[in-house]
C-alpha cells in the first residue's frame, strides 16, 4: 500500500518561492529608485515640499567654518571680505547643480572680478566633483565640505543652494534650489548693485 503524501511540504515551497520573489521585487524597486533620485535629482522641487526657495539675509555675518580648497589649502569665507560673494553649494550626484554650473561659469565671466565666487562641493568625494567641475567648465575658486558643516552652517537644506554675502560678510540671501544666468544676473544686481554686461 501506497504512504499518502503529505501536500505541506509543497504548499511550504510555494509560499517560499512567493515570498522570495515578492522581496526580489521590492529589491530591485528600491535600487531603482536610489539610482533614480541619484542621477536625475529625485524628489520634488523644494517650494513642493515646503521648503521656501529663497529667504533674505538675516542680517548675520557669514559663518567662519573652515573649509578645505581643491588643491588642499585651507580657506574660510573670511578670507572673501572687501568684495560680494556668490556662494554656491554643488554636488557631483545633484542634477539641478550641474545644470546650474555653467550658467554661473557664464555670470562670473561677464562680471570678472566685481563679484566672488565660490563653489563649494557638498559631501562629494574629490574626484567627483573635479570631473564635473571639468565637464561644466567652471573655474570660478572651489573648495570642499565633505562633512556638509558649512552647509548646515548658513542655513542650506538642500541642493543646490546659494547664498550671497556682502563685501562686509552679511548673509543677504539664502536660496534654495536652481538659478538660471537671468536669475542669479538679477540677484547680483539687487543685492551688490553690480549688473552683468
Known amino acids: 500500500m501506497d504512504e499518502p503524501v503529505d501536500p505541506a511540504p509543497a504548499s511550504a515551497k510555494r509560499r517560499s518561492l512567493g515570498l522570495g520573489l515578492l522581496l526580489g ?6 535600487v531603482a529608485l536610489v539610482v533614480w533620485v541619484a542621477r536625475d535629482g529625485g524628489g520634488p522641487e523644494p517650494e513642493r515640499i515646503g521648503v521656501p526657495e529663497s529667504s533674505a539675509g538675516n542680517g548675520e555675518p557669514a559663518p567662519d567654518t573652515a573649509f578645505e580648497r581643491f588643491d588642499g589649502s585651507a580657506a574660510s569665507l573670511a578670507d572673501y571680505q572687501g568684495r560680494p560673494l556668490v556662494l554656491n553649494f554643488f554636488a557631483s550626484w545633484c542634477a ?13 565671466q561677464r ?6 565666487f565660490l563653489g563649494i562641493a557638498n559631501q562629494d568625494r574629490l574626484t567627483d566633483a573635479q570631473q564635473i567641475v571639468d565637464e561644466t567648465g567652471v573655474s570660478y575658486d572651489l573648495g570642499r ?3 556638509g558643516d558649512l552647509l548646515v552652517d548658513v542655513g542650506g537644506i538642500v541642493m543646490p543652494t546659494t ?3 556682502s563685501a562686509d560678510g552679511e548673509v543677504l540671501e539664502l536660496h534654495n534650489g536652481e538659478l538660471s544666468a537671468d536669475e542669479l544676473a538679477a540677484r547680483i544686481e539687487e543685492h551688490f548693485g553690480v549688473t552683468a554686461p
Open 25 to 30: 521585487v521590492i529589491l530591485v524597486g528600491a
Open 111 to 116: 562680471l570678472g572680478d566685481q563679484v566672488a
Open 96 to 108: 539641478p547643480c550641474v545644470r546650474e554650473m555653467p550658467d554661473f561659469e557664464a555670470v562670473h
Open 163 to 165: 547664498v550671497f554675502v
Open 145 to 147: 565640505d565633505p562633512s
